[in-house]
């Protein structure tokens, strides 16, 4: 579970830890915590859900659901509006001639189309109903007539000479249009689709049309519904990269967070402490505080030769009351000093022999003022 780091929470400990914290800059709080901060993904993923739709890799998550669902769909899903709308976006020639021909013979359209059996010269009158009469004349002298329907279109004028099988006037045309479609079945409908293609680049076109351009979520929302973080990382799991999702994380922590992290670190962290001694001397004595909150504490560099040489020329800098003490209140300082350390921290064996001269200081019972 996330939480925020409170060991010191309420005492002089956490005073002091605080004043240590405070030593880095914010960018020395940043890289070590992105360094060393450590959190369970599932930690991330129940908490940070919306880092998880951020971290997606939608072009690759949508051309796998793209490739599977063309895999698993087939013709017999689809219904009459599918096919059609893909006759219309994919509309060709042979196509359209195909529609016609159906549409043709679904509603008894018929080409009424008028040819000359004779050769010979064109006159053109009108009969009652207001038809054309065609009478072609021939060098003979036969006449021969055709009633032009109110649905023909003439071809031909008066005067004019025809060949046998001339046509002298046609039905009207018939032109594709998109309204025919309606006029046809699913199965005719799929007989237009296969002058061209197959059901494989059909059901290829249809889910392409439905799902590119959609991103993850948007896929996800409308085939689950609304997603738990668990649920939603279990889906997408191997279109997430969790280092880039940890560091998204760790990105958008508050610097309080961090700050708070860092704090509680330098407790229990020996690289955090000798940083803040090579900062500056006088942190030695701040760190000392901190650490005689559990003498026993593993963690820490007190037993270090330079933190515990540190601490005996600082605590001498601090606790004397001239700028430059005497030699004989540098004595009793020091002795104080490396008396402290014995007692709280255990000395460093390299400075008790360092300043071993300086025993003597301590009464009979060795480091006993």
Request: aromatic share 12%; glycine share 2%.
């Amino acid at each position: 579970m996330i939480t925020k780091f409170k060991i010191f929470e309420g005492n002089k400990v956490d005073d002091v830890a605080q004043e240590l914290v405070e030593k880095f800059s914010q960018d020395e709080i940043d890289e070590y915590y992105d360094e060393n901060y450590s959190i369970d993904i599932e930690e991330v993923v129940e908490y940070c859900p919306h880092l998880v739709e951020q971290n997606i890799d939608d072009d690759e998550f949508v051309k796998d659901f793209i490739d599977d669902e063309i895999s698993n769909r087939s013709y017999d899903e689809y219904d009459d509006y599918d096919f059609k709308d893909y006759i219309k976006d994919n509309i060709t020639d042979d196509m359209e001639e195909k529609v016609i021909e159906l549409y043709k013979n679904n509603n008894d359209i018929e080409e009424n189309n008028t040819e000359s059996k004779t050769s010979g010269k064109v006159s053109i009158t009108k009969n009652k109903k207001d038809e054309f009469v065609v009478s072609v004349t021939s060098q003979d002298g036969k006449i021969k007539k055709y009633t032009i329907s109110t649905d023909q279109k003439l071809l031909v004028s008066t005067g004019q000479y025809v060949e046998i099988g001339s046509t002298l006037a046609e039905g009207e045309e018939t032109y594709y249009d998109d309204s025919m479609l309606d006029d046809l079945s699913k199965d005719e409908l799929i007989e237009v689709i296969e002058v061209e293609t197959d059901e494989d680049s059909f059901v290829e076109h249809m889910v392409k049309k439905m799902y590119d351009g959609e991103d993850a979520m948007s896929i996800i929302d409308s085939i689950y519904g609304k997603l738990s973080g668990k649920e939603l990382y279990d889906i997408v799991r191997n279109y997430i990269d969790d280092d880039a999702l940890m560091t998204d994380y760790k990105d958008n922590e508050s610097d309080e967070y961090k700050e708070e992290y860092v704090k509680n670190e330098i407790y229990r962290e020996r690289e955090l402490q000798s940083k803040l001694l090579n900062k500056d001397s006088e942190n030695v004595l701040l760190l000392a505080e901190l650490f005689e909150e559990d003498s026993t504490n593993n963690y820490n560099i007190s037993d270090e030769y330079d933190f515990q040489k540190l601490y005996i020329e600082q605590y001498i800098i601090r606790e004397s009351d001239e700028e430059t003490p005497t030699e004989k209140e540098t004595l009793q300082l020091r002795a104080e000093a490396i008396f402290y350390l014995y007692k709280t921290f255990g000395l460093n064996s390299t400075i008790e022999d360092e300043y071993e001269a300086d025993m003597w200081m301590i009464s009979s019972d060795k480091y006993n003022l």
